[in-house]
């Protein structure tokens, strides 16, 4: 059992957290429609910004690998861009997705922003023009739960609710070979092992898989955590995969 470092009480039902690619800042998404950041060695809060004028509750977020800029579904199916730790804008508007944003990603260099909603769409932006590079899946007839991209940049990935796993190749900028459903249920979490090689994925049936990353096929047995999965990681040396599931717990398990 791990030893508990911080309790960083939030005053608000916590519906998404993110970790700065440096580990000296931690965002948070509330349920009350406000996104507030903290510093990790003081749990002490540095910022806090309104993400929709509605106090509608907030997931997805993400938090850019120098911890400089956050990434938040805004009203509308918008993402916006802000000045971590102020509410300042930084950068226009992400407009295009015609359903809630569910999940986004930075790239490894901050200049690109992964997006996926329930239209069923995948996106990737231009974080600094707001351009839309590319829509890499267009699918009505499912919904997008998670997204992810490699660490190198030539991978994304998403989770849907009733199709399992995609997985994309930004290169050729298409779709690597349909990787199989093996479970029923949403894909609720993915996520690229920091070496890009595997892809973790985990959602309602309770089990943790392992996919190759160049042909989307699965690699080796599943864990059967036997509870909802609500979010998989992978540890920064690619040693661990943290599973956390829908009764509260948090495991980890041996990658290989």
Same mark, same amino acid.
């Given at each position: 059992?791990? %030893?508990?470092?911080?309790? #960083?009480?939030t005053?608000?039902?916590?519906?998404d957290?993110?970790? @700065?690619g440096?580990?000296?800042?931690?965002?948070?998404?509330g349920a009350?429609?406000?996104?507030? *950041?903290?510093?990790?060695?003081?749990g002490?809060?540095?910022g806090? *910004?309104?993400?929709?004028?509605?106090?509608?509750?907030?997931f997805?977020i993400?938090l850019s690998?120098d911890?400089t800029?956050?990434?938040v579904?805004?009203?509308?199916?918008?993402?916006?861009?802000?000045n971590a730790g102020t509410p300042?804008?930084?950068?226009?508007?992400?407009k295009?997705?015609?359903? %809630?944003?569910?999940?986004?990603?930075?790239s490894?260099?901050?200049?690109r922003?992964l997006s996926?909603? *329930?239209?069923g769409?995948?996106?990737l932006w231009?974080?600094?023009t +707001?351009r839309?590079i590319?829509?890499l899946?267009?699918?009505?007839t499912?919904k997008?739960? @998670?997204?992810?991209?490699d660490?190198?940049?030539?991978?994304?990935a998403c989770?849907t609710?009733?199709?399992g #796993?995609k997985?994309f190749? !930004?290169d050729a +900028?298409?779709?690597?070979a349909?990787?199989?459903? !093996?479970?029923?249920g949403?894909?609720a979490s993915?996520?690229?092992?920091p070496?890009?090689?595997? !892809?973790?994925?985990?959602g309602d049936?309770g089990?943790v898989?392992l996919?190759?990353?160049?042909?989307?096929q699965?690699?080796g047995?599943?864990?059967?955590n036997?509870?909802?999965?609500?979010?998989?990681?992978f540890?920064?040396?690619g040693?661990? #995969?943290? #599973?956390?599931d829908?009764?509260?717990s948090?495991r980890?398990?041996?990658a290989?």
């Amino acid at each position: 059992r791990t %030893t508990t470092e911080k309790i #960083i009480p939030t005053g608000a039902k916590v519906a998404d957290v993110v970790v @700065s690619g440096d580990g000296s800042r931690i965002a948070s998404a509330g349920a009350d429609g406000w996104v507030r *950041l903290w510093d990790t060695g003081t749990g002490h809060a540095v910022g806090a *910004l309104k993400a929709n004028d509605h106090g509608d509750e907030v997931f997805g977020i993400a938090l850019s690998p120098d911890g400089t800029r956050l990434a938040v579904p805004a009203g509308d199916n918008v993402i916006q861009l802000r000045n971590a730790g102020t509410p300042e804008r930084a950068g226009v508007p992400l407009k295009g997705h015609t359903g %809630t944003v569910t999940s986004l990603a930075f790239s490894h260099d901050g200049r690109r922003l992964l997006s996926g909603a *329930l239209d069923g769409t995948v996106r990737l932006w231009n974080a600094d023009t +707001g351009r839309q590079i590319s829509m890499l899946l267009n699918d009505p007839t499912d919904k997008v739960t @998670s997204v992810a991209l490699d660490p190198d940049g030539h991978r994304a990935a998403c989770g849907t609710l009733d199709h399992g #796993i995609k997985l994309f190749d !930004l290169d050729a +900028g298409g779709q690597v070979a349909d990787p199989p459903k !093996l479970d029923e249920g949403a894909v609720a979490s993915v996520a690229f092992s920091p070496d890009g090689r595997r !892809l973790v994925s985990g959602g309602d049936a309770g089990n943790v898989r392992l996919w190759r990353a160049d042909d989307g096929q699965p690699d080796g047995d599943p864990i059967q955590n036997r509870r909802t999965i609500r979010a998989v990681a992978f540890s920064p040396d690619g040693a661990l #995969i943290a #599973i956390a599931d829908a009764k509260g717990s948090v495991r980890l398990w041996y990658a290989d």
